[in-house]
């Protein structure tokens, strides 16, 4: 653990000559800029992949052949999925929550960076937040294998369209009021508190080295996880390849985390949710 003093006096000015403050100061610039480059990279090719899939949804469609499996692209037919089949569900799940999940942990993310390179051991930036980063996203790759298998699930019930949208109303209406419920708890607001300070993250649960660095991202996944696992199901609900649900849902997320008093923004979105759900569920939507 370390102390909110240290991790303050890592992020000011470097004490020392002018020159050498120079020199560490282009090091951090550059650590930045490298560091979002990468975040930036990431998420555009998801995204490409994604309207990529998106694309060959719409071709398929246009002939007639949405139901069917296209090797690479798209896979699973209605509760007839194979291994292949789940697989490239699992990998598509696994592309969209990076592309979703990891523009909000950029500022912990560029946080640790500068930190870690400031350690006393004098320890390089890159490697340590490589692998917080991929701690980070195994969690959300955990979440895809689940999301994958709830998909399957409720495929075999027959309750989604081809599109991955939900069909039936007591499924939309359900998740729509389980969102709304819970971005009202004190759970949602508590991991999303620690999700909105990367300073007091950083400060309870540095670790040193790579494998701390990478347990540190995993641990932060887990909040990050239980602040937004309810918003993801929404996607069963818009389609889970609805990419302007996808997006909007992506930069929602971002708000309620970055933005100041992001916990009202994400409890009158709650409420909002609440009440789309009892609309659908009394049929006025």
């Given amino acids: 653990m370390l102390s909110a003093d240290w991790i ?3 992020l000011g000015t470097v004490a020392g000559p002018k020159a050498s403050r120079s020199s560490v100061e282009a090091i951090f610039r550059r650590d930045r800029w490298v560091t979002i480059s990468g975040i930036i990279l990431l998420t555009v090719l998801s995204w490409a992949y994604l309207f990529g899939l998106a694309a060959g949804m719409d071709d398929m469609a246009m002939e007639g052949d949405l139901m069917s499996s296209v090797s690479g692209l798209m896979g699973p037919q209605l509760s007839t999925w194979s291994v292949r089949d789940f697989f490239f ?3 598509m799940w696994s592309v969209m929550m990076v592309a979703m999940m990891l523009p909000s942990a950029s500022p912990l993310i560029l946080l640790h960076v500068r930190v870690n390179r400031q350690q006393e051991d004098g320890g390089d930036g ?16 955990s979440f ?9 699930g409720l495929e075999k019930l027959a309750v989604l369209s081809p599109m ?7 499924l939309g209406a359900g998740l729509l009021l389980a969102a709304g419920i819970y971005q009202l708890t004190p759970f949602k607001n508590a991991c999303l508190r620690h999700c909105r300070s990367p300073v007091h993250s950083l400060m309870q649960h540095w670790r040193r080295g790579t494998s701390g660095a990478f347990m540190m991202g995993f641990h932060h996944g887990v909040y990050c996880i239980g602040c937004c696992w309810l918003l993801m199901t929404l996607l069963f609900v818009f389609g889970v390849m609805n990419l302007v649900w996808i997006a909007v849902l992506s930069v929602f997320v971002l708000l309620e985390k970055v933005v100041p008093r992001g916990e ?7 409420v909002g949710f609440i ?3 009892v609309s659908v569920l009394f049929g006025t939507v």
């Fill in 275 to 277: 009440v789309a759900g």
């Fill in 8 to 10: 303050v006096s890592k």
């Fill in 264 to 270: 009202l923004v994400a409890r009158v979105a709650g």
């Fill in 144 to 152: 895809s294998a689940v999301a994958t298998l709830l998909q399957w």
């Fill in 164 to 170: 991955m949208a939900s069909t039936s109303p007591l």
């Fill in 126 to 141: 890159f490697h340590g937040t490589v692998a917080f980063a991929i701690g980070y996203l195994l969690v959300w790759t």
């Fill in 89 to 91: 569900m699992f990998l």
